[in-house]
Nanobody
């Protein structure tokens, strides 16, 4: 079965950095658009970033543009989220997601989700 396993979350001070990883198994990784979502306490899950099948295209929510970078390694079936200049409002559970779709120009609607990893930014 498909598994997406996130790692790398933790507690960091504002202004610091974290790198999240998501290891995928049970799917043809390079056939999937991969992405990250997050959910803060009391809020709905929201889109953070996505990356195309070979990594040539990326898309970010405005709130993280210039601070977060998504990347992937198809040889390792892994997608990453480098998070720099973290802010208090970045505190959330971060979820890895995968979608098998043929067009880059459509809204990310995941087929699979990871279990999530907590990121807490302190002042």
């Amino acid at each position: 079965q498909v598994q997406l396993v996130e790692s790398g979350g933790g507690l960091v001070q504002a202004g610091g950095s974290l790198r999240l990883s998501c290891a995928a198994s049970g799917l043809s990784f390079s056939s999937y658009v991969m992405g990250w979502f997050r959910q803060a306490p009391g809020k709905e899950r929201e889109f953070v970033a996505e990356i195309s099948w070979r990594g040539g295209s990326t898309n970010y929510d405005d709130s993280v543009k210039g601070r977060f970078t998504i990347s992937r390694d198809n040889a390792e079936n892994t997608v990453y989220l480098q998070m720099n200049t973290l802010k208090l409002e970045d505190t959330a559970v971060y979820y890895c997601a995968a979608e098998r779709r043929s067009s880059w120009y459509s809204r990310f609607s995941p087929d699979y989700w990871g279990q999530g990893t907590q990121v807490t930014v302190s002042s």
